[in-house]
């Protein structure tokens, strides 16, 4: 992140996940939410 910061310029905090296997599926939802708004 520190090579390539967010396009949007917004900070970006790192945490510690607890989410296990839920981070993938979270993930990929949140890259689909993307995709679709940018249609």
């Keep these: ?5 967010p396009i949007s310029g917004h900070p970006v905090k790192l ?3 607890s989410l296990g ?3 993938v599926p979270l ?6 939410r993307h995709e ?3 249609r």
Excluded: C, N
């Design 1 to 5: 992140l520190a090579a390539e910061p």
């Design 15 to 17: 945490l510690r996940a």
């Design 21 to 23: 296997a839920d981070a």
């Design 27 to 32: 993930g990929a939802a949140a890259r689909a």
């Design 36 to 38: 679709l708004a940018a």
